[in-house]
């Protein structure tokens, strides 16, 4: 037999019922791979916004890079003055995973609410920043709630927040503003590894050092905790497939590094 008609014969074969060799596959098909937000050095592809302030105005140098890691601090403030800080990256994303280690740090500013300390959190499916109001508090978005815990007692983590928003647990929408994790509490200054696992409109995961704490599904427009609330927001119940990641400022030192994003 000869070899080349023999080849060729295989991969004709293949064609007609549809296969491919395995290496056109993959490249079709290749896999997800992590790759970082963050350069470690610049805010390059973030952008402030500042309750009060416009967009792209870093008020006080909030948010800054210092030793690899972005920080917000409030050396510049005589008083917290409600003015919540988001860092929006550049661009939209879908379904996705998205990681990152943060920790607290310091004191809480001068002013800043009780709740707030040791508080931060990732915004996923945010609204875009350009539809921010000047004087807006928060975007309206999915919020995984990061706390840190205090010296004696429990206070979890990777908790939910819903600026605006809704969600489904179980058969429910649920209409509480903000939903305990089951994660354990992590104290002091130590870093702790967050995922967030986004699909689309369909499910949320929340996952801390590994564990997944809270899973729900069908975000969704609705309800309150964001003032003012643009008048053009979607009718409620209306699903989030898609959104800008926003990391956040509220009051208490916070650092954030090793930001990375696997599209999905």
């Not at 995973?97 to 002013?111: D, H, K």
């Amino acid at each position: 037999m000869k070899l080349i008609p023999f080849i060729a014969s295989i991969l004709l074969a293949m064609t007609l019922c549809g296969c491919e060799p395995k290496s056109s596959q993959a490249e079709a098909n290749p896999e997800p791979e992590w790759r970082s937000l963050f350069d470690g050095k610049t805010l390059q592809g973030w952008t402030p916004k500042i309750n009060g302030y416009a967009l792209g105005d870093n008020f006080a140098n909030t948010f800054r890079v210092a030793d690899g890691v972005i920080q917000t601090g409030y050396e510049g403030y005589d008083t917290f003055n409600n003015r919540f800080g988001h860092l929006a990256f550049d661009q939209p994303f879908s379904s996705y995973r998205f990681r990152m280690q943060y920790r607290f740090t310091g004191e809480q500013s001068t002013g800043g609410p009780a709740w707030a300390w040791r508080n931060s959190g990732i915004m996923v499916h945010g609204q875009d920043p350009q539809t921010m109001a000047l004087g807006q508090d928060f975007p309206l978005c999915i919020e995984v709630q990061l706390l840190g815990g205090p010296e004696e007692g429990e206070r979890s983590t990777a908790n939910l927040c819903t600026p605006g928003t809704h969600v489904v647990m179980g058969d429910s929408v649920m209409m509480d503003h903000c939903m305990n994790s089951s994660s354990k509490t992590y104290r002091g200054d130590q870093w702790v590894n967050v995922m967030v696992e986004v699909f689309a409109d369909s499910l949320i995961r929340h996952i801390v050092e590994g564990d997944t704490v809270m899973t729900y599904y069908k975000p969704q427009i609705g309800g309150g905790a964001v003032s003012p609330i643009s008048p053009d927001t979607a009718p409620e119940g209306t699903l989030l497939s898609r959104g800008w990641i926003y990391l956040q400022s509220e009051s208490h030192p916070v650092e954030f590094r090793n930001i990375e994003i696997m599209e999905l």
